[in-house]
Protein backbone atom coordinates (compact mmCIF):
# COMPACT_ATOMS: atom_id res chain seq x y z
CA UNK A 1 0.00 0.00 0.00
CA UNK A 2 1.39 3.41 -0.83
CA UNK A 3 0.16 6.44 0.85
CA UNK A 4 0.53 8.63 4.19
CA UNK A 5 0.31 6.64 7.48
CA UNK A 6 -0.55 8.45 10.29
CA UNK A 7 2.29 6.91 13.46
CA UNK A 8 1.08 10.02 15.87
CA UNK A 9 -0.62 13.42 16.18
CA UNK A 10 -0.42 14.79 19.72
CA UNK A 11 1.29 17.56 21.10
CA UNK A 12 3.49 18.46 22.94
CA UNK A 13 3.75 15.24 24.83
CA UNK A 14 1.93 11.80 24.24
CA UNK A 15 -0.93 10.75 25.26
CA UNK A 16 -2.97 7.01 25.52
CA UNK A 17 -3.20 5.96 22.05
CA UNK A 18 -1.79 8.68 20.56
CA UNK A 19 1.99 9.08 20.41
CA UNK A 20 3.48 12.27 19.22
CA UNK A 21 4.24 13.76 15.56
CA UNK A 22 5.14 10.95 13.19
CA UNK A 23 4.08 9.52 9.50
CA UNK A 24 5.16 6.87 7.06
CA UNK A 25 5.25 7.76 3.92
CA UNK A 26 5.41 5.43 0.84
CA UNK A 27 5.51 6.21 -2.82
CA UNK A 28 7.40 5.63 -5.56
CA UNK A 29 8.50 2.30 -4.46
CA UNK A 30 9.97 3.96 -1.15
CA UNK A 31 9.55 4.31 2.21
CA UNK A 32 10.56 7.42 4.39
CA UNK A 33 9.60 7.76 8.42
CA UNK A 34 8.80 11.53 8.52
CA UNK A 35 9.30 13.02 12.35
CA UNK A 36 9.97 10.58 14.80
CA UNK A 37 8.14 11.82 18.11
CA UNK A 38 8.00 9.82 20.85
CA UNK A 39 5.82 6.40 20.70
CA UNK A 40 5.78 7.00 16.86
CA UNK A 41 8.22 4.17 16.63
CA UNK A 42 6.12 1.17 18.05
CA UNK A 43 3.68 2.72 15.17
CA UNK A 44 6.07 2.32 12.76
CA UNK A 45 6.78 -0.80 13.52
CA UNK A 46 3.13 -1.85 12.89
CA UNK A 47 3.60 -0.85 9.04
CA UNK A 48 7.22 -1.96 8.20
CA UNK A 49 10.49 -2.49 9.52
CA UNK A 50 13.58 0.22 10.32
CA UNK A 51 15.85 -1.98 7.49
CA UNK A 52 13.14 -1.27 5.09
CA UNK A 53 12.88 2.50 5.30
CA UNK A 54 14.56 4.48 2.57
CA UNK A 55 15.63 7.18 5.03
CA UNK A 56 14.38 9.07 8.22
CA UNK A 57 13.06 13.10 7.64
CA UNK A 58 12.63 14.87 11.00
CA UNK A 59 11.07 18.51 10.34
CA UNK A 60 12.70 20.70 13.95
CA UNK A 61 14.67 18.87 16.69
CA UNK A 62 11.88 19.75 19.34
CA UNK A 63 11.49 16.74 21.08
CA UNK A 64 8.00 16.09 20.12
CA UNK A 65 9.35 15.57 16.60
CA UNK A 66 12.54 13.97 17.06
CA UNK A 67 12.23 11.63 20.30
CA UNK A 68 11.97 8.33 19.25
CA UNK A 69 15.23 8.51 17.18
CA UNK A 70 17.05 7.69 19.87
CA UNK A 71 15.37 4.45 20.32
CA UNK A 72 15.22 4.10 16.27
CA UNK A 73 19.34 4.40 17.12
CA UNK A 74 19.10 1.67 20.20
CA UNK A 75 17.07 -1.04 17.97
CA UNK A 76 19.42 -0.79 14.70
CA UNK A 77 22.72 -0.87 16.98
CA UNK A 78 21.53 -3.26 19.30
CA UNK A 79 18.17 -5.08 18.55
CA UNK A 80 18.41 -5.81 14.81
CA UNK A 81 20.55 -7.77 12.60
CA UNK A 82 23.28 -5.72 11.23
CA UNK A 83 22.08 -3.14 7.87
CA UNK A 84 23.61 -3.48 4.45
CA UNK A 85 24.47 -0.02 4.46
CA UNK A 86 23.66 3.17 7.69
CA UNK A 87 20.03 4.59 7.79
CA UNK A 88 20.18 8.09 5.66
CA UNK A 89 18.53 10.56 8.51
CA UNK A 90 17.74 13.98 6.76
CA UNK A 91 18.06 16.73 9.81
CA UNK A 92 18.60 19.61 10.38
CA UNK A 93 22.27 20.22 11.39
CA UNK A 94 22.39 20.25 15.28
CA UNK A 95 21.15 16.34 15.41
CA UNK A 96 24.59 15.15 15.78
CA UNK A 97 25.54 17.39 17.95
CA UNK A 98 22.25 16.64 20.24
CA UNK A 99 22.87 12.92 19.73
CA UNK A 100 26.40 13.51 21.22
CA UNK A 101 25.39 15.02 24.38
CA UNK A 102 22.68 12.77 25.13
CA UNK A 103 25.08 9.91 24.51
CA UNK A 104 27.76 11.73 26.57
CA UNK A 105 29.53 11.44 23.34
CA UNK A 106 32.58 13.88 21.90
CA UNK A 107 30.51 13.75 18.30
CA UNK A 108 28.22 12.08 16.88
CA UNK A 109 30.48 9.64 15.05
CA UNK A 110 29.60 6.49 17.21
CA UNK A 111 25.91 6.23 15.18
CA UNK A 112 27.69 6.24 12.15
CA UNK A 113 27.26 2.24 11.72
CA UNK A 114 23.70 2.77 12.01
CA UNK A 115 22.46 6.45 10.84
CA UNK A 116 24.09 8.45 8.00
CA UNK A 117 23.22 12.07 9.04
CA UNK A 118 22.18 14.36 6.35
CA UNK A 119 21.59 17.97 7.05
CA UNK A 120 18.69 19.97 5.65
CA UNK A 121 18.73 23.12 4.28
CA UNK A 122 16.36 25.44 2.03
CA UNK A 123 15.89 24.07 -1.37
CA UNK A 124 17.26 20.93 -0.86
CA UNK A 125 15.64 18.19 -2.90
CA UNK A 126 16.32 14.61 -2.30
CA UNK A 127 14.81 11.81 -5.00
CA UNK A 128 14.52 8.70 -3.36
CA UNK A 129 13.22 5.95 -6.56
CA UNK A 130 10.06 7.37 -7.73
CA UNK A 131 10.08 9.85 -4.61
CA UNK A 132 11.15 13.27 -4.90
CA UNK A 133 11.14 15.61 -1.22
CA UNK A 134 11.64 19.14 -1.37
CA UNK A 135 12.41 20.96 2.20
CA UNK A 136 12.14 24.27 2.72
CA UNK A 137 12.72 26.44 5.72
CA UNK A 138 9.83 27.74 7.65
CA UNK A 139 8.83 29.66 10.38
CA UNK A 140 9.48 28.13 13.90
CA UNK A 141 11.84 30.04 16.00
CA UNK A 142 14.04 27.84 15.21
CA UNK A 143 16.21 25.70 12.44
CA UNK A 144 12.40 23.96 11.28
CA UNK A 145 11.50 22.52 7.85
CA UNK A 146 8.40 22.06 5.74
CA UNK A 147 8.12 18.95 2.90
CA UNK A 148 6.50 18.44 -0.04
CA UNK A 149 6.42 14.92 -1.45
CA UNK A 150 5.77 13.63 -5.42
CA UNK A 151 5.52 10.93 -6.91
CA UNK A 152 3.47 9.02 -9.71
CA UNK A 153 2.07 12.08 -10.87
CA UNK A 154 0.77 12.98 -7.49
CA UNK A 155 1.98 15.37 -4.58
CA UNK A 156 1.67 15.95 -0.69
CA UNK A 157 3.06 18.91 1.04
CA UNK A 158 3.71 18.77 5.36
CA UNK A 159 3.61 21.79 7.58
CA UNK A 160 6.49 20.22 10.30
CA UNK A 161 5.40 22.78 12.95
CA UNK A 162 4.95 26.30 11.49
CA UNK A 163 3.54 29.49 11.70
CA UNK A 164 2.30 30.69 8.04
CA UNK A 165 5.00 31.71 6.36
CA UNK A 166 6.11 31.84 1.95
CA UNK A 167 8.10 29.01 1.98
CA UNK A 168 5.01 27.07 3.15
CA UNK A 169 2.83 28.27 0.48
CA UNK A 170 5.02 27.26 -2.37
CA UNK A 171 5.53 23.67 -0.99
CA UNK A 172 1.70 23.20 -0.18
CA UNK A 173 0.73 25.28 -3.74
CA UNK A 174 -1.65 22.61 -5.66
CA UNK A 175 -0.74 19.49 -3.93
CA UNK A 176 -2.99 16.86 -3.38
CA UNK A 177 -2.72 16.53 0.44
CA UNK A 178 -1.64 18.94 2.86
CA UNK A 179 -0.52 18.03 6.10
CA UNK A 180 -0.97 20.48 7.77
CA UNK A 181 -0.58 21.52 11.91
CA UNK A 182 -3.23 23.66 14.13
CA UNK A 183 -1.61 23.80 17.09
CA UNK A 184 -3.02 26.74 18.81
CA UNK A 185 -6.10 28.77 18.97
CA UNK A 186 -5.25 32.01 19.16
CA UNK A 187 -2.41 33.39 16.66
CA UNK A 188 1.23 32.75 17.51
CA UNK A 189 4.79 33.33 15.89
CA UNK A 190 5.54 29.52 15.54
CA UNK A 191 2.19 27.75 14.82
CA UNK A 192 -1.02 27.62 12.60
CA UNK A 193 -4.49 28.27 14.59
CA UNK A 194 -7.06 25.94 12.60
CA UNK A 195 -8.01 29.04 10.45
CA UNK A 196 -4.24 29.17 9.41
CA UNK A 197 -4.42 25.93 8.12
CA UNK A 198 -7.64 26.27 6.49
CA UNK A 199 -6.58 29.54 4.98
CA UNK A 200 -3.54 28.20 3.55
CA UNK A 201 -5.63 25.13 2.03
CA UNK A 202 -7.79 27.56 0.37
CA UNK A 203 -5.09 30.16 -1.13
CA UNK A 204 -3.02 27.23 -2.58
CA UNK A 205 -5.09 25.34 -4.19
CA UNK A 206 -4.80 22.02 -2.40
CA UNK A 207 -7.25 18.94 -3.05
CA UNK A 208 -7.75 18.07 0.77
CA UNK A 209 -6.63 19.20 4.06
CA UNK A 210 -5.65 16.87 6.70
CA UNK A 211 -4.94 18.52 10.29
CA UNK A 212 -2.62 17.81 12.71
CA UNK A 213 -0.91 18.29 15.66
CA UNK A 214 -3.10 19.89 17.73
CA UNK A 215 -2.32 21.13 20.93
CA UNK A 216 -3.68 21.18 24.07
CA UNK A 217 -6.21 24.11 24.54
CA UNK A 218 -8.18 22.27 21.66
CA UNK A 219 -9.90 19.55 20.80
CA UNK A 220 -8.94 17.49 17.45
CA UNK A 221 -12.67 17.59 16.06
CA UNK A 222 -12.97 21.41 17.06
CA UNK A 223 -9.29 22.48 15.50
CA UNK A 224 -11.06 20.22 11.91
CA UNK A 225 -14.19 21.94 11.92
CA UNK A 226 -12.74 25.55 12.30
CA UNK A 227 -10.34 24.79 9.29
CA UNK A 228 -13.04 23.35 7.63
CA UNK A 229 -15.04 26.46 7.41
CA UNK A 230 -11.74 28.63 6.20
CA UNK A 231 -11.06 26.03 3.62
CA UNK A 232 -14.25 24.89 2.15
CA UNK A 233 -13.01 21.32 0.73
CA UNK A 234 -12.47 18.29 2.16
CA UNK A 235 -10.86 18.48 5.27
CA UNK A 236 -10.42 15.48 8.12
CA UNK A 237 -8.40 15.14 11.51
CA UNK A 238 -5.14 12.44 10.95
CA UNK A 239 -6.10 9.61 13.16
CA UNK A 240 -3.00 7.23 14.48
CA UNK A 241 -3.19 4.15 12.45
CA UNK A 242 -4.83 5.88 9.43
CA UNK A 243 -3.50 5.93 5.54
CA UNK A 244 -4.44 8.42 3.43
CA UNK A 245 -3.27 8.49 -0.38
CA UNK A 246 -2.37 11.01 -2.30
CA UNK A 247 -0.89 8.80 -4.75
Known amino acids: MTGLTVLGTAAPYPLPDRPCSGYLLQGGGAQVWMDTGPGSLAELLRHTTLDQLDAVWVSHLHLDHVGDLLNADYALAYGLPPLARPLPVYAPAALGKRLAGFFEQEDAGF ?137
Do not use: M, N
Not at 143 to 156: E, V, W
Not at 188 to 215: D, F, I, K, N, Y
Open 111 to 247: VSDVLELRELRDGLEVQLGGLQLLSRSVEHGCDAYGLRATADGRSLAYSGDCAPCPALDSLATGVDLLLCEADSGEETAVHHTPEQAGALARRTGVRRLVVTHVGPSLRPSEATERAAEVFGGPTVCAEVGQTISPW
